[in-house]
């Protein structure tokens, strides 16, 4: 499976000149409010034409002006999962998963109502009404509804983006599973650097109308330089990694990464599952030597690679540790007293307290295509 776009499109004083090619897996197009994020998937639903613009999915021309094609928005076979539910209020989920259905031809049909259900947990509201669902459980039966039209694309503009942090962390497993379950490309819209590092399987990072980089999450978020675009606190390292065992008396997890191994606040998954893991470079502190008597349980050997510019009192310091890139934020006069250089060896510390369960995913396939190194 694979997505084109090339858009080019004026929009009054802004323009959005984005291309961009991904493969299975969700790519997420990240950028701040404003970027032109939500132009790109509407231009791809076929709700907004470009003045010029070419799209295809999995090698079928969805649109492409220079030669007239323009294939209407209910002929694309694309689902749309908005930031609201959209759900029909005076139907009950299960009919509201069924709509999408009537609509599809049998031969175009993948996985069953049944199977549905089961992937996102709402067997038991299937006879309620929206109107009795929390913000997740809306969300999770819109995702339902479009699924059940089975499509070769599915869109997700923000879906979490009216949902508060415990919803959020609800529904986040269930869009891990459908990532991972159907083999369905996703475009996924969103602003948020926890949502992008948990979930993509490519980012595509937008500002102001245009591509400014397009790979695997755990490279961008390694670099220093998109740090700007998505918040000086939350740039850091997407670290591959496998649960080595669980503590049930203290509640922490242990992993292996690359480098070594973590220890994160417990993880509800079996021995042996594979997950990315969120390091922000704000909770990284270097140390010389292999440091003594500290509460801080994470300690990985690393290189110093690359170091940022020195015109600010907070500098980037960018590790290798095993395959991975680690990236610290230490003051000017931290880097000075360490006498730190590329090639100097260090050691990269880590409270256990600061990775948050939002910062963990299940992810077979980020070992695979996604370390940091290249």
């Not at 400014?212 to 740039?235: I, Q």
Request: glycine share 10%; hydrophobic share 45%.
């Amino acid at each position: 499976m694979s997505i084109d776009v090339a858009i080019n499109h004026r929009l009054g004083g802004f323009t959005i000149d984005a291309t961009f090619r991904s493969g299975a897996g969700l790519t997420a197009l990240f950028g701040r409010s404003g970027a032109g994020k939500t132009t790109v998937v509407n231009a791809v639903a076929g709700l907004l034409r470009p003045e010029q613009g070419r799209v295809t999915v999995d090698g079928q021309v969805l649109l492409d002006t220079q030669r007239g094609i323009v294939v209407p928005p209910h002929r694309r076979r694309i689902g749309y999962v908005f930031q609201e539910g959209r759900l029909f209020p005076h139907l009950s989920v299960r009919q509201n998963l069924g709509f999408g259905r009537w609509f599809q031809r049998h031969q175009h049909r993948f996985g069953s109502f049944a199977d549905t259900v089961e992937l996102l947990g709402i067997g038991h509201l299937l006879e309620r009404r929206p109107g009795s669902l929390s913000g997740g459980e809306k969300q999770r039966v819109a995702i339902g509804r479009a699924l059940l039209a089975s499509p070769r694309l599915l869109l997700m503009d923000e879906p979490l983006a009216s949902l508060d942090e415990a919803r959020k962390a609800e529904i986040l497993p269930y869009i891990e599973r459908l990532r991972d379950a159907f083999g369905l490309p996703i475009l996924y819209v969103s602003h948020s650097v926890p949502e992008i590092a948990r979930l993509a399987t490519t980012v595509v990072v937008l500002a102001d109308g245009r591509v400014e980089r397009c790979g695997p999450p755990a490279a961008l978020m390694a670099d220093p330089d998109l740090f700007p675009l998505m918040g000086r606190h939350e740039g850091g390292a997407l670290l591959a990694a496998r649960i080595l065992a669980h503590d049930p008396i203290d509640e922490l997890t242990e992993l292996e990464v690359t480098g070594g191994r973590l220890w994160v606040p417990l993880v509800e998954a079996p021995i042996g599952t594979q997950l990315r893991v969120r390091i922000r470079a704000r909770d990284v502190i270097l140390a010389a030597a292999p440091p003594v008597g500290l509460s801080a349980l994470n300690c990985l050997p690393a290189t110093v690679v690359e170091i940022g510019a020195l015109d600010q009192p907070i500098v980037d310091v960018k590790l290798v540790s095993g395959d991975d890139f680690i990236l610290a934020r230490i003051t000017r006069r931290s880097l000075r007293v360490l006498a730190l250089e590329p090639g100097r060896p260090v050691h990269a510390v880590l409270k256990s307290i600061a990775v948050g369960r939002r910062d963990i995913g299940r992810d077979e396939h980020l070992a695979e295509g996604g370390s940091g190194k290249d």
